[in-house]
């Protein structure tokens, strides 16, 4: 059976309760351990699911369909 990707907001909303989990105060050591890796790990997985967004919202599909940067025009 094939693992799905998370989406960006499952992987923000287990992020956020692994957080409050944390913040309780109420696990034993192997917990938290065991909290903050998959904290870290999901970190970076949203990190660069946010680069990636960024790297697509700023190019640009030409007429004549190559993809280029967005450049904004500067104001002279």
Known sequence: MEKKEKKFEE????????VKQLENGDVDLDKAIDCFTKATKLV??????L???EKAL???VKDDGSV???????ES
Do not use: M, W
């Open 51 to 53: 680069k990636e967004a």
């Open 58 to 60: 700023t190019c640009i």
């Open 11 to 18: 992987k923000l909303d287990e992020l956020e309760g692994l």
């Open 44 to 49: 970076q997985e949203c990190d660069t699911d």
């Open 68 to 74: 280029s940067e967005f450049q904004a025009e500067q």
